[in-house]
């Protein structure tokens, strides 16, 4: 049985609040962090992806507060969260193993 790939902003929205409780902007930088740079996820992009993990039961609200007369919210990985994410990696490192592989028997890995 094959396990569909997780679209990357999710992969990287999960991966930022596995180490913790996160508001939008925090996940967006840690986004930026983990790719090295290569993706930024745009506003819009995030609180959308944001309200489909929740509706999915990946993450949830952990707080909310008012910073200067705004509402920040904060965000949690649920463990079926974690569980999809322990999954993925567990599915790019599959992959990434048997490319390592294939190469050093190419000579293309040392």
Partial sequence: MTTRAMQEPTFLILTALAEGPQHGY?????AAEIS???????????YAALDRLRGEGLIEVDREEVVDTRLRRYYRIT????????????????????????????????
């Fill in 26 to 30: 925090g996940i967006m930088t840690d």
């Fill in 36 to 46: 090295q740079g290569r993706v930024r996820l745009r506003t819009g992009t995030l």
């Fill in 79 to 110: 463990a079926a969260g974690a569980d999809a994410l322990a999954a993925e990696v567990r599915r790019m490192r599959r992959g990434a193993d048997a490319a390592a592989t294939r190469l050093g028997a190419a000579g293309g890995i040392a």
